[in-house]
Nanobody
Framework: VQLQASGGGLVQAGGSLRLSCAAS????????MGWFRQAPGKEREFVAV????????AYADSVKGRVTISRDNAKNTVYLQMNSLKPEDTAVYYC???????????????WGPGTQVTVSS
């Protein structure tokens, strides 16, 4: 499945952004969807994951309470609502598709090109 993330940008600390990730396939609903991020000089890390029917979600401790993952299978899109953004949230954000509800990026087979989020202090 091909994925395209959008919605990144420059925001001040404390602000909000909503990332979207559109999938190319009508079988989007069959996939577990995840968001990951990679900050400059750091390894890519897990942010959030959502199961196929939105019954299960999980978040990294660093974003818990500030970030919400959701999906609209009719629109083949997964979202990441980010509130109370901090400078340490600055990273390239990637969406990914897989078959397991997991935090392990190796379990996700399809990746989008990423969207830059920059949070200024």
């Amino acid at each position: 499945v091909q994925l395209q993330a959008s919605g990144g940008g420059l925001v001040q600390a404390g602000g909000s952004l909503r990332l979207s990730c559109a999938a190319s396939e009508r079988t989007f609903g069959n996939y577990v969807m995840g968001w990951f991020r990679q900050a400059p000089g750091k390894e890519r890390e897990f942010v959030a994951v959502i199961s196929q029917l939105s019954t299960t979600t999980a978040y990294a401790d660093s974003v818990k309470g500030r970030v919400t993952i959701s999906r609209d299978n009719a629109k083949n899109t997964v979202y990441l609502q980010m509130n109370s953004l901090k400078p340490e949230d600055t990273a390239v954000y990637y969406c990914a598709a897989g078959s397991l509800v997991t935090m392990r990026e190796t379990a996700f087979r399809s990746w989008g090109p990423g969207t830059q989020v920059t949070v200024s202090s």
